[in-house]
Nanobody
Framework: QVQLVESGGGLVQAGDSLRLSCAAS????????MGWFRQTPGKEREFVGS????????HYADSVKGRFTISRDNAKNTVYLQMNSLKPEDAAVYYC???????????WGQGTQVTVSS
């Protein structure tokens, strides 16, 4: 079992930056790929980005590529989502997830709200 707790959400203005954190506890953190997703009311949860430890491989949704950066600190069991040049359309509840490479996202956090004012 892996427990995930997100933090760092808040209200910012368009163009600002924000860094989300996701602290993990439970099983060996480094074994897991970590992902960030977001969801707005009435819409499907969408993929934002992911990071795997083996090759420090990252993937991003086209909508955030070049603005968002995912990183991880295995010593702290934490994954980060650095969000720059925020846009109103980035406003959502952001969730982190953990999963083994090639498998599903098996574990989810409770989410943290990001609000971007124009």
């Amino acid at each position: 079992q892996v427990q995930l707790v997100e933090s760092g959400g808040g209200l910012v203005q368009a163009g600002d930056s924000l860094r989300l954190s996701c602290a993990a506890s439970g099983r060996t953190f480094s074994n897991y790929g970590m992902g960030w997703f977001r969801q707005t009311p009435g819409k499907e949860r969408e993929f934002v980005g992911s990071i795997y430890d083996n090759y420090i491989t990252t993937h991003y949704a086209d909508s955030v590529k070049g603005r968002f950066t995912i990183s991880r600190d295995n010593a702290k069991n934490t994954v980060y989502l650095q969000m720059n040049s925020l846009k109103p359309e980035d406003a959502a509840v952001y969730y982190c997830a953990a999963g083994l490479r090639g498998g599903s996202w098996a574990y989810w956090g409770q989410g943290t709200q990001v609000t971007v004012s124009s």
